[in-house]
């Protein structure tokens, strides 16, 4: 890592996103690395670490299912965590690789 000079040591950023079930695809950084799905109170959300230097983004989607529920077959479906939701609602978040 440069001391002293002018060059910006590289730094990424954990960021929260907020999703929708059934909702639109979310932004992000190009290089986005998804670390995992959970709840936030009672919103589903995932973190991403986070090039901030990086401005190109790339629209990325992402399917919840309740436990319970048929999950039609998908090969490029990664799953990433379930959220448990207040009331014992529990949904199992999916990243569609190739809608991605």
Not at 37 to 46: F, K, N, P, S, Y
Not at 56 to 73: C, L, Y
């Amino acid at each position: 890592m440069p001391r002293g000079g002018s060059e910006r040591a590289l730094m990424k950023t954990i960021y929260k996103y907020p999703l929708s079930p059934g909702g639109p695809p979310i932004e992000m950084p190009i290089g986005a690395e998804v670390l995992c799905a959970r709840e936030q109170g009672d919103v589903i959300c995932v973190w991403a670490l986070v090039d901030t230097a990086d401005a190109s983004v790339r629209a990325r989607t992402f399917q919840t299912f309740r436990t319970g529920h048929e999950i039609p077959d998908h090969p490029s479906r990664r799953y990433l965590g379930t959220a448990l939701l207040p009331g014992g609602n529990a949904f199992h978040v999916f990243e569609d690789a190739d809608a991605s």
